[in-house]
C-alpha cells in the first residue's frame, strides 16, 4: 500500500469572476522512502499539491489517503497529529517564528507533540547541529542568514522524526553553494529512510531525486524514475 | 504543557508593543487599584478603631440613655425625648446585682472646663468625669503616678482628682510631679492624687480628662443628670450573658414592660464595628462598583489588543497549525496571553492598592492591613476577566484555515 494515495484531486479557487483551476484532476502513488521531484512551470499548481499532501489544504474534490487513512474524513484535531508527527514541512518562505530563537522554533513541533521540556531541548538541539547550526541557536531568524534560516526550517521539519518531509522550493531563495548544503540534508535524510517530496524549478536540483513528477496546468504531464541520481558525494 | 509556551509568547507580545500594553495594564490596574486601595484603606480605619478609638476595652460594654448614632423611623425623636434619665440609683443597683462583670463603673461627664493651677489656665476644653472606681479600669485609663480613684473617696466626698495624660501635661512642667498639688476647678479646690498614662489615639490630645469621685461631681454639678454604666464581663465567653443580666436588672429597676423595647440604649466595641461596618457598606459597594465598570472597559481593552494581536500573529498562528497546532492548543495559547496580561495589571493594581491603602495605616501609627479576601478576589476577577474577554479573539484565532493563515500578508 502506497504511503501517499491521491486519486482525482481537484482544487478550484472561485475567484467570483472566474474559476481557477489549480489542480485539475491528479492522480499519483508515493511509496515510503521515496524521494521524489515536483517540477513544472509557475502556476502549474505545484505549491497547491503540496499544501494538499501536508495536510494544511483540503481539495476541492478527488481521494487523498495518507497512510491508509482518509484524510477527508479526518477531524481538526486527527489533522493537527498527522501534521505534527508524520510530516516535516520546509516552506519556501521559511515560516519561522520571527520572535523567537533558533532553538525555540525547532522545539515548535515537540510543544505540541507534548513532549517535555528538557526532553525538548535536547532534540531540538539534535536537529540543530544536524544540520550545522550549533553555534546559532539563541539567534533569531533576523540574526541568520537566508541559507541558515532554511536551515533551520529543516531542523524543524525533522525534528519530530516524520516519515515524510515536504520541502517547497526549500533552495529558491538560496545561492547555489547554500542550496547545495541544503540538498545535503535533504539526501542524508533519505538515507535514513524519510520519505521526501521536493518542489523544484532547477533540474540539477531534481536530479538528485529518483523520481520526478511534472505538473502543468494542474495535470500530471509526466512521471520518470531516474537511474541515476546524483548523490551529494559525487557533486563533492 | 504549553503555560510557559503561553506565558512566553504573552510577554513578547506586551514587548513588543509598550505603548498599547501599557494602556491596557493601566485600565486593568486602576480597577483593581480602587478596589484594593479603599477596602484596605477601610480595614485599616476599622483597626484604627478596633484598637484606639473606641475607649472601651476588651468585652466591656457600655449603657446609656441615648444611643450614639443617630436613629431613625417613625417617632423616634419622640421616643428619645419622653426617655428617663439613667440615674446613679439605677447603676448602684447594677453595680450591686450583676453577676459574672470584672469590673462596673459609673460615670458622669461634663465638657468645655477650666482648670488652674497657680497661673496657669487651661482652654475651656476640659472633660470633667465623675467615676466610681470601677469606672478606671472599664475605660482603660492606666494609672501613671500616685493612686486611683477608691471607694472611700466617694463615701466621704473628697475632693481628689484624677488627671490625665494630656492635661497634666499642660497644666505641670516636664517631669514634675503633679501629685500632691491642688488644682482648681470651677472655684473648687481639689487634690491631685494620680496622673493617667497617655491613651493616645486616631484624634490625637484626648486625654484631658479632670476625674474626680462621681459622688463629688453629683454634689458641684447637681445630681439630675444621666449617667453611663459600663461593664467588663469577666470574658468573652460570658460576655452576652452579663449583657443580658444588666439589661434585665435596668429593666426591672426602669419598670420596662415586657415585651417593649428596652428604654436605654447598649453598645460594645462589637456594635461600633458594626455601625462602622454599616456606614460604610455603601463606599464598599460603590466602590465595587465603579471597579466593576473600569474592569468592564479593562476587559474591552484586553479584547481589542488580543484581536488586533491575532491579526497581526495570523502567519504565525499559520506556521504553528503547520506544525501540528490543535485549535484547542491555539485557544489556550491566546486564553493565556489574555489571562497573563489581566493578572499582570491585576497584580500591579494590588501592589498599588495595597501601597496607597495602607498610607493610612502609616498616617495613623497602627500596623498595616492585607484584605487577603479581596485580594483574592481581585486575582479571581481579573482571571475572569482574561477569560471572559480573550474567549471571542482566541476562537477566532483558532478557526484560522491553516493554509489561508499562511498566506496571510
Ligand atoms: N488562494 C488562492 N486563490 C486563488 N488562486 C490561487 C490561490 N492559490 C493559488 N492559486 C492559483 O492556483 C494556481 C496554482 O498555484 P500554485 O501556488 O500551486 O502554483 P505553483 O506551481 O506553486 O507556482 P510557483 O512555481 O510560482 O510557486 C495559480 O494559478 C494560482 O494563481
Ligand atoms: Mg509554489
Redesign the interface.
Known amino acids: 500500500m502506497a504511503l501517499i494515495h491521491i486519486k482525482d484531486v481537484v482544487k478550484t479557487y472561485d475567484m467570483g469572476a472566474e474559476l481557477v483551476h489549480a489542480l485539475s484532476g491528479v492522480s499519483l502513488d508515493i511509496e515510503e522512502n521515496e524521494y521524489v521531484a515536483i517540477m513544472g512551470p509557475s502556476g502549474s499548481g505545484k505549491s497547491t499539491l503540496m499544501?494538499v499532501v501536508?495536510c494544511?489544504?483540503t481539495p476541492t474534490s478527488g481521494l487523498y489517503e495518507f497512510g491508509g487513512q482518509n484524510v477527508g474524513e479526518l477531524d481538526?484535531?486527527e489533522l493537527?497529529?498527522i501534521?505534527?508527527?508524520k510530516i516535516g514541512?520546509v516552506?519556501q518562505t521559511f515560516?519561522?517564528?520571527p520572535?523567537s530563537t533558533a532553538l525555540h522554533n525547532v522545539e515548535?513541533?515537540l510543544?505540541?507533540?507534548?513532549i517535555s521540556?528538557s526532553a525538548r531541548r535536547e532534540k531540538a538541539e539534535e536537529a540543530l547541529v544536524s544540520v550545522g547550526l550549533a553555534d546559532r541557536m539563541t539567534h533569531k531568524p533576523n540574526e541568520l542568514s537566508g541559507g541558515q534560516r532554511q536551515r533551520v526550517a529543516v531542523a524543524?521539519a525533522l525534528v519530530?522524526n516524520p516519515s515524510i518531509i515536504l520541502a517547497d522550493e526549500p533552495t529558491g531563495n538560496l545561492d547555489s553553494k547554500t542550496g547545495i548544503e541544503i540538498m545535503q540534508l535533504l539526501v542524508d535524510l533519505h538515507q535514513k529512510g524519510n520519505t521526501i517530496i521536493l518542489v523544484t524549478h532547477e533540474e540539477d536540483i531534481a536530479a538528485h531525486a529518483h523520481r520526478v513528477i511534472r505538473l502543468f496546468d494542474g495535470k500530471v504531464a509526466s512521471d520518470e524514475v531516474i537511474e541515476n541520481p546524483i548523490t551529494y558525494a559525487e557533486r563533492t | 504543557?504549553?503555560i510557559?509556551?503561553s506565558i512566553a509568547t504573552a510577554w513578547?507580545m506586551l514587548r513588543?508593543n509598550k505603548l498599547r500594553s501599557f494602556l491596557t495594564l493601566l485600565s486593568i490596574a486602576i480597577g483593581v487599584f480602587s478596589i484594593i486601595s479603599v477596602m484596605t484603606s477601610l480595614g485599616v480605619l476599622q483597626n484604627s478603631i478596633e484598637g484606639g478609638l473606641s475607649a472601651l476595652g476588651a468585652n466591656t460594654f457600655q449603657v446609656q440613655k441615648y444611643p450614639n448614632n443617630q436613629g431613625g423611623g417613625p417617632g423616634w425623636r419622640m421616643r428619645m425625648r419622653n426617655r428617663r434619665d439613667l440615674t446613679y440609683a439605677q447603676g448602684l443597683a447594677v453595680l450591686e446585682r450583676t453577676r459574672g462583670a470584672r469590673h462596673i463603673g459609673l460615670e458622669s461627664w461634663k465638657f468645655g472646663m477650666e482648670v488652674r493651677w497657680k497661673n496657669m489656665v487651661t482652654d475651656p476644653n476640659i472633660a470633667v468625669a465623675g467615676e466610681t472606681p470601677g469606672g478606671l479600669p472599664t475605660n482603660q485609663w492606666e494609672i501613671d503616678r500616685g493612686r486611683p480613684i477608691m471607694q472611700s473617696d466617694l463615701d466621704l466626698t473628697r475632693k481628689v482628682v484624677v488627671l490625665g495624660y494630656d492635661l497634666a501635661r499642660i497644666l505641670f512642667p516636664p517631669s514634675y510631679n503633679p501629685v500632691g498639688e491642688t488644682v482648681v476647678l470651677a472655684g473648687v479646690r481639689y487634690r491631685v492624687i494620680g496622673t493617667l498614662k497617655s491613651q493616645g489615639g486616631l484624634f490625637g490630645n484626648q486625654d484631658r480628662y479632670f476625674i474626680i469621685p462621681i459622688t463629688t461631681f453629683f454634689e458641684r454639678f447637681g445630681k439630675n443628670r444621666s449617667i453611663h454604666i459600663m461593664v467588663q464581663a469577666a470574658s468573652r465567653e460570658n460576655f452576652a450573658d452579663v449583657q443580658d443580666n444588666v439589661i434585665g436588672i435596668l429593666r426591672a429597676v426602669r419598670d420596662v414592660p415586657p415585651g417593649e423595647e428596652n428604654d436605654f440604649a447598649i453598645f460594645s466595641n462589637d456594635s461600633v464595628i458594626r455601625q462602622f461596618n454599616e456606614t460604610t457598606s455603601m463606599v464598599r459597594i460603590g466602590t465595587v462598583a465603579i471597579a466593576g465598570v473600569a474592569l468592564l472597559a479593562a476587559g474591552i481593552g484586553i479584547m481589542n489588543i488580543m484581536l488586533v494581536s491575532v491579526t497581526e500573529r495570523t502567519?504565525?498562528i499559520?506556521?504553528?497549525?503547520?506544525?501540528?497546532?490543535?485549535?484547542?492548543?491555539i485557544v489556550s495559547q491566546f486564553l493565556s496571553e489574555a489571562v497573563v496580561i489581566s493578572l499582570l495589571g491585576g497584580l500591579i493594581g494590588i501592589a498599588l492598592g495595597l501601597i496607597a491603602g495602607n498610607a493610612l495605616a502609616v498616617a495613623l501609627d497602627i500596623a498595616p492591613v492585607i484584605e487577603l479576601g479581596w485580594i483574592i478576589g481581585g486575582i479571581s476577577a481579573c482571571c475572569f476577566i482574561g477569560v471572559a474577554f480573550g474567549t471571542y479573539p482566541a476562537w477566532k484565532a483558532s478557526n484560522l484555515d491553516?493554509?489561508d493563515a499562511?498566506r496571510y500578508e
Do not use: C, W
Open positions: 499544501n501536508g494544511l489544504d481538526d484535531n493537527a497529529e501534521r505534527n508527527r514541512f516552506f515560516n519561522l517564528l520572535r515548535l513541533p510543544i505540541y507533540a507534548g521540556a524543524r519530530n | 504543557m504549553q510557559g509556551e513578547h513588543g502567519r504565525e499559520g506556521v504553528r497549525k503547520a506544525v501540528g497546532a490543535t485549535r484547542g492548543s491553516p493554509i499562511l
